[in-house]
């Protein structure tokens, strides 16, 4: 049995529209208008029990709608869903004992205590008895790194820290699914690698299915295994990860900075020069990976001075799905 | 009934995770009850009499008292539920095994006890220094039985206005129109027992009196004909708000938008 199974499952909302102005506001008042949002439209996908599935898309795409259908959070307009054979929005309760959910916009631990008070409670409330709810947090503080952190106020912990904190209470009571919603937002570069790891390390110890939304492709390459990508509620790509990354993932931003200045014309072989900056100690160049290899790039770079600065990046995800748009436009 | 309990005890601990703050906040009784002061014994005074409709100035000091700690310490869930609502943090609270209401019931009620605790203790003993000591201790547990059933009530209409908030925008009006109604035809600001015949007729015939009157009422005189009316008065309107919430809920929860996707 897949761990999810979803056929043509639609959400629309209806909102309230009213333009600017004293007088638009009086009009929305006898006549109010409505505008209906079709947040997803006609989903259809598959996952397997202990599977990362990344779900990716850029902001309004429609992941995180799908993710609290599918914790039985919200309903649907139409279409089915199964989760771990239960119907989410009517089996709710039962099926909160199986999965873990993440919203990384929002916190689930108390602000003003411990989380260890958090932890706690929850072992009630999934009804683990006392001694199993000790033994669990000891395991989960010792993977996330978070044994010195349980007793500090989470008002005073960092973000990264709370993140580690939100996802490890998420495991308490073993899911088998657990569902991150942009478990890495707003995190820097170390503490994104930090949950990233801690995450890859208890999936696969205790077999959780992870099912990710991110619009960060960085989570994705760390985390999945496949990837479905969603724009305007519909899918437009899924395959796997390393599908993706030999079709898109392929070209690389460089950004430089030299401790003197470079010139105007700066160029490197194999790299197209994206900008040199205007007092000329910086520059931002591109190349794909897989015509000019990122070592030979970068000993031409440091040939050409005294490197002070340097960073290497994937092109944003929206450029990944442009890209695929384009690729689809292109066939037809 | 050990996750509600739970949920209870950290609602309590996180109260008294400021205390400073509590008794800050709890401060404010003091002022009312000065204010309440001033305007009854003029009242009283300018009546030449020591009781009026069968209240002392002492027994209706005491009834303010408990009316005001109930007013003022009453979860304040309406708000908190549009908050979760608004700020999506109510999807964390759907997608746990326990039931929501009653999650919000202990959460409730281990926000309330503190707040209430601090606002009587305070409130009465401003209230013995200027108007006399409280009722005898006979009163206490029969005003108690009473108080449970009104706290009740308030978490039913609290939860009912913020249940409003799956479905519309704003529900701070909706709070607003439900206090007012608890102060005037509840017996808030004034016992039910000074008003004409005919208003205390209706007033008795609307929930409002057996929220905040009947407790207050049952504090300074715990009649028995009365304690028999006050119950079963919240026996029938808990019964009824409780049904509605029960529909609301189910009827909201297909309804609800989760703000932020």
């Keep these: ?3 999810i199974e979803v056929t043509s499952l639609s959400k629309t909302f209806r909102t309230k529209r009213k333009a600017a102005g004293l007088g638009a506001s009086l009009r929305s008042l006898v006549r109010p208008e409505f505008r209906t949002i079709e947040a997803v439209r006609g989903l259809s996908f598959e996952m397997e029990p202990g599977e990362l599935l990344g779900f990716i898309g850029p902001n309004g795409a429609g992941k995180s709608t799908t993710i609290k259908i599918l914790t039985g959070i919200l309903f649907p307009s139409g279409g089915e869903a199964k989760v771990l054979g239960y119907v989410p929005w009517k089996q709710r309760r039962q099926l909160a004992y199986h999965i873990g959910t993440v919203f990384g916009q929002r916190p689930q631990l108390w602000y003003h205590l411990p989380a260890i008070d958090t932890l706690t409670l929850f072992g009630k409330i ?8 000790k033994r669990r947090i000891a395991e989960l503080a010792e993977a996330f790194e978070i044994e010195d952190l349980l007793e500090t106020p989470v008002r005073k912990l960092s973000l990264g820290q709370r993140m580690r904190c939100e996802v490890a209470a998420s495991l308490l009571h073993k899911p088998k699914l657990l569902l991150l919603d942009e478990p890495s937002i707003g995190l820097d570069v170390v503490a994104k690698q930090h949950i990233r790891d801690a995450i890859r390390t208890m999936a696969a110890q205790e077999n959780v299915g992870v099912l990710l939304t991110s619009h960060d492709a960085g989570d994705l390459e760390a985390l999945c295994k496949r990837v479905i990508i969603i724009n305007h509620g519909q899918i437009v790509y899924q395959d796997k990860v390393s599908a993706l990354k030999r079709s898109f993932l392929t070209s690389k931003l460089v950004e430089v900075r030299y401790a003197q200045q470079v010139g105007a014309d700066f160029r490197i072989a194999g790299t197209e020069t994206l900008k040199v900056a205007k007092e000329r100690y910086g520059v931002k160049l591109r190349f794909d990976a897989r015509i000019t290899p990122v070592g030979k790039v970068m000993a031409a770079l440091s040939a050409a001075g005294t490197l002070v600065d340097i960073t290497i990046s994937d092109p944003p995800l929206e450029e990944v799905i442009a890209a695929i748009y384009q690729k689809a436009e292109n066939r037809e | 009934m050990k996750k509600y309990f739970a949920v209870f005890n950290i609602n309590l601990v996180n109260s008294l995770a400021y205390p400073a703050e509590l008794v800050t906040r709890s401060l404010m009784i003091l002022l009312f009850m000065w204010i ?4 009854w014994r003029v009242t009283f005074a300018a009546s030449g009499s020591d009781v009026l409709n069968g209240l002392t100035l002492r027994d209706t000091m005491w009834y303010l ?15 908190v539920i549009s908050q979760q609502v608004k700020d999506g943090s109510i999807a964390y609270l759907l997608n746990k095994p326990y039931d929501f209401l009653l999650y919000q019931l202990s959460s409730g009620l281990g926000e309330s006890l503190p707040r209430m605790g601090m606002l009587f203790l ?4 401003l209230t013995w220094v200027m108007a006399g000591p409280p009722p005898d201790l006979v009163n206490w547990p029969v005003a108690l039985v009473a108080l449970v059933g009104a706290w009740l009530l308030h978490f039913c209409f609290n939860a009912l206005i913020g249940l409003a908030a799956f479905v519309s925008e704003e529900v701070a009006p909706y709070e607003w129109i439900y206090q007012k109604f608890t102060f005037v035809l509840g017996g808030m600001l004034i016992p039910l027992d000074f008003y004409p015949a005919w208003l205390q007729t209706v007033s008795k015939s609307l929930p409002f009196a057996y929220m905040m009157y009947g407790p207050a009422r049952l504090f300074v005189q715990p009649d028995p004909a009365l304690f028999a009316q006050i119950i079963l008065g919240q026996f029938v309107w808990l019964s009824v708000l409780g049904g509605l919430l029960l529909l609301a809920y189910s009827r909201g929860l297909r309804r609800l938008a989760i703000n932020g996707g």
Aim: aromatic share 8%.
């Design chain 2, 36 to 39: 309440f002061y001033q305007l």
């Design chain 2, 65 to 79: 008292l408990l009316a005001e700690t109930l007013e003022l310490g009453r979860p304040r869930l309406a708000r």
């Design chain 1, 126 to 133: 999934y009804e683990l008895d006392d001694r199993q709810t």
């Design chain 2, 122 to 125: 305070l409130g009465g003993a």
């Design chain 1, 1 to 3: 049995m897949p761990a």
